[in-house]
T-cell receptor, first 113, second 110 residues
Framework: EAEVAQSPRYKITEKSQAVAFWCDPI?????LYWYRQILGQGPELLVQ????????DSQLPKDRFSAERLKGVDSTLKIQPAELGDSAMYLC???????????FGDGTRLSIL | KNEVEQSPQNLTAQEGEFITINCSYS?????LHWLQQHPGGGIVSLFM???GKKKHGRLIATINIQEKHSSLHITASHPRDSAVYIC????????????FGEGTQLTVNP
């Protein structure tokens, strides 16, 4: 089991609904990443936090996606409203600081019906 | 053209064979990562390197900065090595942001 905790492991929901993912990084890790991985492709960075601050959200579709890490520890990624094309694996990773090896969670597999 | 290209896309081997997966990149990098992803989805970091060669058990990773190329080798392959192997780079200009290749699906048959 991964040291970075993610929940839920699986989520099935209908389009137009709201969906949320949670990530608890390794204790003491200041940097947290959310990635999206479409089947058959490599992960794509959605957002990177340094403590509670966003340092890179250039690839985050901000019209429907939001992410927060209010106390600089755990983080939530939300999609509202979900679209069919959002079906993917959502991975969370953390590192001690930026540039250090990243430790990944087991991911949340999202299916939009 | 992707910044990170891997080959082959799919690889099937017999148990015991020596395996090589290649990664080419087109940008200046600060580090290159090799990652392993099992069917359940979780990703494990295997190596992070910026020069030379690293070895861990049956796995060896090499990088040639001048040629912008890295290889991952698996000696004495085993069915439990079956997974997707992903190459990722952090470029000199992107900080810690990783750019990923599309992965190599390795299947090792008994």
């Amino acid at each position: 089991e991964a040291e970075v905790a993610q929940s839920p492991r699986y989520k099935i929901t209908e389009k137009s609904q709201a969906v949320a993912f949670w990530c608890d990084p390794i204790s003491g890790h200041a940097t947290l990443y959310w990635y999206r991985q479409i089947l058959g492709q490599g992960p794509e960075l959605l957002v990177q936090f340094q403590d509670e601050s966003v340092v890179d959200d250039s690839q985050l579709p901000k019209d429907r996606f939001s992410a927060e890490r209010l106390k600089g520890v755990d983080s939530t990624l939300k999609i509202q409203p979900a679209e069919l094309g959002d079906s993917a694996m959502y991975l969370c990773a953390s590192s001690l600081t930026g540039g250090q090896p990243q430790h990944f969670g087991d991911g949340t597999r999202l299916s939009i019906l | 053209k992707n910044e990170v290209e891997q080959s082959p896309q799919n690889l099937t081997a017999q148990e015991g064979e020596f395996i090589t997966i290649n990664c080419s990149y087109s940008v200046g990098i600060s580090a290159l990562h090799w990652l392993q992803q099992h069917p359940g989805g979780g990703i494990v970091s295997l190596f992070m390197l910026s020069s030379g060669k690293k070895k861990h058990g049956r796995l060896i990773a090499t990088i040639n900065i001048q040629e912008k190329h890295s290889s991952l080798h698996i000696t004495a392959s085993h069915p439990r090595d079956s997974a997707v192997y992903i190459c990722a780079v952090s470029s000199e200009t992107s900080g810690s942001r990783l750019t990923f290749g599309e992965g190599t699906q390795l299947t090792v048959n008994p």
